[in-house]
Every structure is written in C-alpha cells, then in structure tokens.
C-alpha cells in the first residue's frame, strides 16, 4: 500500500483469493499535504477489514479489505525522495 502526493491509497490485496492491484477508494477533492521542506502526519488505522489512511488529521482514503487482516505494512515513494522520522506501530486493544 502506498500513498501518492495527496494521500491516496492503493497497492496490491486479496480479492478471491488472488494478489490483485486496487484503488483504495475515490481519489480525495482536496489536497491534504503540505509543501516540499515541511512534514505530513500519516495515520494508518486497521480495524478488522477497515483500512483508514488520515493526512495531517483529515480523513484522506478508506477501504475494506475482508480477506486480508493480516500482513505487512510497506511504506514507500513513487520515484521522490522520501524521509521518515518518528515511526510508530501500536497495536490497539
């Protein structure tokens, strides 16, 4: 899964049992992300099927994906230099 430069969702599921691309959702009207030099807040929530992606505190994209509650997070740049800083992986109760 990864986000675009609006926080867009998409990436690779399970559909039927087979790996297939999706879009996580229609693509947001506004544009949540702040300028090259300043830093996003990315939220990932997974709640059962429920994936939930908030940018700077604003809902951004939301999708369920029923066969697939459980896997792997990616975090990853289409072709941009990209830098994290304060990661963090809570599993909620």
């Not at 099927?49 to 999708?63: A, C, H, R, Y």
């Not at 289409?78 to 800083?85: A, Q, S, T």
């Amino acid at each position: 899964m990864g986000a675009g430069n609006d926080g867009y969702l998409f990436g690779q599921t399970l559909v039927g049992g087979k790996l297939t691309a999706k879009k996580f959702g229609p693509k947001p009207k506004v544009n949540r992300i702040k300028p090259p030099g300043e830093w996003n807040i990315y939220e990932i929530w997974c709640e059962g099927p429920k994936i939930t992606l908030l940018v700077n505190g604003d809902v951004s994209s939301e999708f369920a994906v029923p066969e697939a509650l459980k896997g792997y997070l990616g975090l990853e740049a289409e072709g941009f230099l990209i830098e994290f800083r304060n990661l963090k992986v809570k599993l909620l109760p």
